[in-house]
Nanobody, 127 residues
Framework: QVQLAESGGGSVQAGGSLRLSCVAS????????LGWFRQVPGKDREGVAA????????WYADSVKGRFTISRDNDKNTVYLQMNALEPEDTAMYYC????????????????????WGQGTQVTVSS
């Protein structure tokens, strides 16, 4: 079992920044995939960023490339999402997720059904 606890959401104006944190506990190790999804009511969840990919790097959704940065502190079992140049379209509930590995197919993070999820933290960006 893995438990995930997010923090750092809030409300900002367009162009602002926020940093999300997710602390993982339980049966988690550095090789496990950690990352972020987001969802707005009435829409499917969208993968945002994940780490580590098979080459040891990170994956980002096209919509956030160049603005968001994912990082990980394995000593603290914590993954971060630094979000800069926020846009109103980034408004969503952001969920931390953990999986055995980061499976990137067709340019998207294909998370397994048997994955783990946090409770979510709301990000609201006003114009």
């Amino acid at each position: 079992q893995v438990q995930l606890a997010e923090s750092g959401g809030g409300s900002v104006q367009a162009g602002g920044s926020l940093r999300l944190s997710c602390v993982a506990s339980g049966h988690i190790h550095s090789g496990h995939c950690l990352g972020w999804f987001r969802q707005v009511p009435g829409k499917d969840r969208e993968g945002v960023a994940a780490i580590p990919t098979r080459d040891g790097g990170a994956w980002y959704a096209d919509s956030v490339k160049g603005r968001f940065t994912i990082s990980r502190d394995n000593d603290k079992n914590t993954v971060y999402l630094q979000m800069n140049a926020l846009e109103p379209e980034d408004t969503a509930m952001y969920y931390c997720a953990a999986d055995r590995e980061c499976t990137i197919l067709g340019g998207y993070w294909r998370i397994a059904d048997a994955s783990y999820w946090g409770q979510g933290t709301q990000v609201t960006v006003s114009s």
